[in-house]
C-alpha cells in the first residue's frame, strides 16, 4: 500500500507523482500546493490536540513500553507481507506490458521506491521517479513504464473497493449501508470486463488500451486486498485488544489513508491520525490510539525505510566486491540511481527523530543510571547539540538528494555526533542504533556523492520549506504538550538539572530556531543567479579551443554568438545553452573532459531550477543517457546521425557505382575541390555570400538559428571551409568542423548556387569523407535524419511522435522522406540522437519554446 499516491499515479516522465491529483498541479503555482499542505496539517493537528488534551505523554510512553513483543513481531511480519504485496504490483504490470522483469528486481525497485515515498511522499522526495529511472534503466521504453503505472494504479484501487466495499456492506461506520455494495459493483465489473471483452481493445475517450486476461486481473485483486488487509493488519495488532472490532478498525483505516492520499502530505501525516482518533475515539482511549499510531508509523513506516538504506549499502559493498561481474555492474547502477532519494528520506527522517527527541522528557531509569557516569554539562551539551544536529539533517537532505560531497561529510559528520549526543542526553540506544544504521549505509555509498557545489548555492521548492517547517513546527507543538503541566518562568531557561527536561527543551528549540534563522538568512543575503549572458569574445576563444580537443566537435556551434555559457571551476569544460521563454535549452551534451559532464549538467539543471525554468538537453547521445536518467529527465528519441567510419569507405564495389559515376563525371566537367583554411575564408566572403542567397531563395527558407549554421561572416572566417568549384567559380561550400585527433571531421552549414549541376554534394562529401581519413580522423559525420528509427507504433508514445516532427521546425521547413536513404549511399554507421526534458503538460510548451528558438523567433516558426 503507498499511502501516498506513489504507486497509485506516478509520473512516467521523470518526476514523481505525489497523489491522484498530481495532473491537476502542473496547473498550479508553485507555491500553492505546499500552502494547501500546510493549511490541512494545521486543520488536522488541531483535531489531534484537541483529543489529547487530557491525558499526559508518559501515557503514550507506558502504553509502548506494555506491548508485547508477540505483537510487535506479528505487525512486523505483516508489514512484510504488505510490502510483498506491492512487489506483485510490479510483477504482475511488467507480465501485462510484455515486459516482464526478473522478480528480484521487481521487488527491490518496489521495496525501496514504495519505502521512500510512503515515509516522505512529497513531490522531489517521492519513490516515483526512482520507479521510472530504475525500469528506464533496464531496458523499458517511456510507454511500457506508463502501461506498468497505469497498471499499478488500476491494481491499487481495484483492492481498496473490494476491501472497502466488503467492510462498509459489515460496518459501515456512519456512512449508509448501501455504499458497500456499490463499491463491490467495480472490481466485480472489471473482473467481467476481462472475460466479455478479452483480447479486444477499450476506448475511453481518446485512450485505448487491452484488458489483462482473466488470471492477471485476479492476480491484481489479490494482491492490492492483500496488501491493504496486511497493512491494515499492522495497525490492528498494535491496538490495544478488544476495545474495536477487526471491521470497525478495517473501516477507519481505509477510510483515513483516504483522507491521508487526498492531502498530499507524507505519509499522509496528520491527517490520517486525526481521522483515527475522529473515527475510534469513542471505542479506543486517546493514549492508546496515540501510542497504537506512533507504533504503526514506526512499524510500517520507517523500518522498511532503514532496511532501504542497509539494503542499498550492502548492495554498494557487493558491488565493490565484483565490480567485473555482470551482476555487480547491474547492483552499481541500481545503487546509484536510487541511493541519493533514499538516504535523503532516511537523513530527514533521522533529523525529525534527534528534533522530537529533544523536545520529549528522557527516560527516568536511564538518566538515573547516567547520574553516576557523566557530569551534567556533558548531558546538557549533548542535549543541545543533538538537536542542532537534528536540524541540521534536515537542511542537509536536500544537498544529499543533490549528490552534494559537501552535504554528504556534514550529515555523516551530524550522524556520528547524533549518535554521541544521544547516548550521553539519555542512553537512547534505539535512537542511536537508528542514526548508526542511516550512517553506515551513507558511508558505504560515499562514492555516490561527487559533486562539489556549495549547498548554500542549492535551490529549496517550495515542498522543501514546507517539510522542514512542519518538522520545527511539529518539534515544538511535541514539546509544548509533553510539558504543558509545567509552569513557564524566565528562570526556567538558566535551570540545569538531571530533571530539567522542560529547561532543556526550550534552550534546544532557541538553538533549531537560531540555526534555521541563520541558514535563512544566508540563503536570503547570497546573491541573487545571474541573468544568462551571450557568450564575450574571450568565452568563444577558450570554447573553441575545447571544442577543438574533443572528439565530436559540435562545440563549435558555441561561435554563432546566439548562446549563452556555463563554465565548470577549471574553465576546461562548458556547456552552451539559450533560454525561450521558460524553456532552458542545452545544445548537446557538455563539452569537454568526460569528468566534466556531470558536474556541469546538474549545474545546468539547477540553474534553471533556480530561474524557475524547464531544463532541456538538445540532440544528445546515447552514452551520456545515464546522466540524464539520473537527473529525473524523459527521453525522447529524436532520429539518428550517420557516421562514416572513414577507413571503411571506398568507392569501390556495386553499392557505390552511383557515387563513381558521380565523382568521374563532375571531374570531367572541371569539377575541384579544395578545403579552404581559416585564414583564407574572408577573401572569398562575398562569393560565398552570393551562393547561400541564391540557396535560401531556392528554397524559399530563411536562415535556422541555434542547432544549426547561419550565414555570419565573423562565425565562418574562423574555420576552414570546404568549396566545389566549376569553370573556376564557387558551386558549392560547406564550413568543416574538425575534433580531436583520431576523432569525428563533420560539416555545418552547407549551401550550393542555384545552377549547380546534381550530385555536386556527393561530390563535396566524398571529397571531405577522403580528406577526413588522409588526417587521421576515424569518423566523418553527415549529419542528423530526423525522425529516423522512431517508432510508429499505435501503442507507443504519442509525444515521441509529436517531439520529432515539432523540433525539426514544425516538419515543413526540411523535406525528411529520403533522407535516410541519401544518407545510406555513403553507408554509415547509425546513432540515435535525444532529446531530455521535462515530461507531462510541460512537454509540448517546450516544443513550442525549442522551434522558437531554432527559428529566430515564434514568427519564424509559422515561416520558411
Known amino acids: ?164 466495499g466488503g467492510v462498509l456492506t459489515v460496518e459501515p461506520l456512519v456512512l449508509p449501508r448501501w455504499l458497500g455494495p456499490l463499491l463491490l459493483v467495480v472490481p466485480a465489473s472489471y473482473l467481467a470486463l476481462t472475460i466479455v471483452r478479452r483480447n479486444r481493445d477499450v476506448t475511453i475517450g481518446r485512450w485505448s488500451f487491452q484488458l489483462p486476461h482473466l488470471g492477471i486481473a485476479t492476480g491484481q485483486l489479490t494482491a492490492s486486498v492483500l496488501d491493504w488487509l496486511c497493512a491494515a493488519g499492522v495497525f490492528y495488532a498494535l491496538l490495544p485488544e478488544g476495545r474495536a472490532s477487526l471491521p470497525a478498525v478495517l473501516a477507519a483505516f481505509l477510510a483515513a489513508q483516504l483522507l491521508g492520499v487526498i492531502s498530499n502530505l507524507p505519509g499522509g501525516i496528520g491527517v490520517f491520525e486525526a481521522a483515527i482518533f475522529s473515527l475510534l475515539g469513542r471505542t479506543i482511549p486517546a493514549s492508546a490510539l496515540a501510542g497504537a499510531l506512533v507504533a504503526y508509523r514506526a512499524v510500517y513506516y520507517l523500518l522498511p525505510l532503514i532496511v532501504a538504506g542497509v539494503l542499498l549499502g550492502a548492495s554498494e559493498i557487493v558491488r565493490r566486491r565484483t565490480e567485473l561481474a555482470r551482476i555487480g555492474r547491474g547492483v552499481a547502477q541500481t545503487v546509484s540511481l536510487f541511493a541519493p532519494a533514499v ?97 553506515a549505509g551513507l558511508v558505504a555509498c560515499r562514492r555516490e556523492f561527487y559533486r562539489k557545489t556549495a549547498l548554500i548555492d542549492e535551490p529549496f521548492t517550495g515542498e522543501w520549506i514546507v517539510a522542514i517547517g512542519l518538522a520545527v513546527a511539529s518539534t515544538v507543538w511535541l514539546g509544548l504538550f509533553a510539558y504543558r503541566r509545567v509552569s513557564y518562568a524566565p528562570e526556567l531557561w538558566w535551570h540545569f538539572s538531571f530533571g530539567g527536561d522542560a529547561p532543556r527543551f526550550l534552550r534546544a528549540s532557541l538553538a533549531v530556531a537560531l540555526v534555521a534563522l541563520a541558514f535563512s538568512m544566508r540563503k536570503l543575503l547570497h546573491p541573487a543567479a545571474p541573468e544568462p549572458q551571450i557568450a564575450s569574445d574571450g568565452e568563444l576563444d577558450a570554447a573553441a579551443v575545447i571544442a577543438r580537443d574533443v572528439e565530436a566537435p559540435t562545440g563549435y556551434l558555441v561561435l554563432l554568438r546566439d548562446k549563452s555559457l556555463l563554465w565548470n571551476d577549471a574553465r576546461s569544460a562548458f556547456l552552451m545553452y539559450g533560454v525561450q521563454r521558460r524553456s532552458w535549452i542545452a545544445m548537446g551534451d557538455p563539452i569537454g573532459p568526460a569528468a566534466e559532464a556531470r558536474e556541469l549538467a546538474w549545474r545546468f539543471f539547477e540553474e534553471a531550477d533556480r530561474h524557475n525554468g524547464w531544463p532541456v538537453f538538445y540532440q544528445v547521445r546515447a552514452e551520456h543517457l545515464p546522466l540524464y536518467v539520473e537527473l529525473g529527465l524523459r527521453l525522447l528519441k529524436m532520429g539518428e546521425e550517420a557516421r562514416v567510419e572513414t577507413a571503411a569507405f571506398t568507392l569501390s564495389g556495386n553499392s557505390r557505382k552511383g557515387l563513381r559515376h558521380t565523382v568521374k563525371k563532375f571531374e570531367n566537367e572541371g569539377g575541384t575541390f579544395e578545403l579552404v583554411p581559416a585564414e583564407g575564408v574572408t577573401a572569398l566572403l562575398p562569393e560565398l555570400r552570393n551562393v547561400s542567397d541564391e540557396w535560401l531563395t531556392e528554397k524559399n527558407t530563411r536562415e ?121 549511399k555513403f553507408g554509415p554507421t547509425w546513432q540515435p540522437v535525444f532529446l531530455a526534458s521535462p515530461g507531462g503538460i510541460r512537454l509540448p510548451l517546450i516544443l513550442t519554446d525549442l522551434a522558437a528558438l531554432v527559428s529566430g523567433g515564434v514568427r519564424g516558426i509559422l515561416s520558411k
Open 1 to 164: 500500500m503507498s499511502t501516498n499516491g506513489e504507486t497509485v499515479a506516478p509520473l512516467f516522465e521523470g518526476a514523481p507523482a505525489a497523489g491522484p491529483f498530481s495532473r491537476l498541479r502542473r496547473w498550479l503555482p508553485r507555491w500553492l500546493v505546499p500552502a494547501i499542505g500546510a493549511v490541512i496539517f494545521i486543520a488536522a493537528m488541531r483535531i489531534v490536540i484537541g483529543e489529547l488534551r487530557d491525558f499526559h505523554y508518559h501515557q503514550v510512553a507506558a502504553y509502548l513500553d506494555a506491548l508485547a513483543a508477540s505483537r510487535v513481531a506479528f505487525a512486523v511480519l505483516l508489514t512484510a507481507g504488505s510490502y510483498a504485496a506491492l512487489a506483485a504490483y510490479d510483477v504482475l504490470a511488467t507480465r501485462y506490458g510484455g515486459k516482464p522483469v526478473p522478480l528480484q528486481r521487481a521487488a527491490f525497485a518496489s521495496f525501496v521506491s514504495s519505502a521512500v515515498s510512503n515515509t516522505v511522499g512529497m513531490s522531489g522526495l517521492a519513490g516515483g521517479s526512482l520507479r521510472y529511472k530504475l525500469y528506464t534503466s533496464w531496458g523499458l521504453r517511456a510507454a511500457d513504464v506508463a502501461r506498468v503505472i497505469v497498471f499499478a494504479m488500476v491494481t491499487f484501487w481495484l483492492g481498496f473497493l473490494a476491501l472497502a
Open 343 to 439: 538516504f535523503c528520506a532516511a537523513i530527514f527522517v533521522d533529523g525529525v527523530i534527534l528534533l522530537f527527541s529533544g523536545a520529549t522528557p528522557a527516560e527516568r531509569d536511564r538518566v538515573h543510571l547516567l547520574r553516576s557516569s557523566v557530569p551534567l554539562p556533558l548531558v546538557e551539551t549533548a542535549h543541545l547539540a543533538g538537536s542542532i544536529a537534528g536540524a541540521g539533517l534536515l537542511l542537509l537532505a536536500r544537498g544529499v538528494q543533490r549528490r552534494l560531497n559537501g552535504a554528504y561529510v556534514l550529515a555523516a559528520s551530524l550522524l556520528a555526533a547524533g549518535i554521541a549526543a544521544s547516548l550521553l542526553k539519555g542512553l537512547d540506544y534505539e535512537e542511536a542504533t537508528l542514526l548508526a544504521l542511516t550512517l
Open 704 to 824: 535556422k538559428r541555434f542547432s544549426v549554421g547561419f550565414f555570419d561572416p565573423s562565425y565562418l572566417a574562423r574555420l576552414p571551409i570546404a568549396v566545389v568549384r566549376r569553370e573556376g567559380r564557387i558551386v558549392a561550400f560547406a564550413n568543416v568542423w574538425g575534433g580531436s585527433a583520431g576523432g569525428e571531421l563533420t560539416v555545418d552549414l552547407m549551401r550550393h548556387a542555384a545552377a549547380a549541376p546534381p550530385g555536386v554534394m556527393d561530390f563535396l562529401f566524398v571529397r571531405l569523407i577522403e580528406h577526413a581519413r588522409e588526417t587521421g580522423y576515424r569518423w566523418f559525420n553527415l549529419g542528423i535524419a530526423p525522425l529516423s528509427g522512431v517508432e510508429a507504433r499505435a501503442q507507443g508514445p504519442l509525444w515521441g511522435r509529436a517531439a520529432a516532427l515539432g523540433v525539426e521546425h514544425g516538419g515543413h521547413f526540411y523535406n525528411f522522406q529520403g533522407l535516410r536513404q541519401y544518407k545510406e
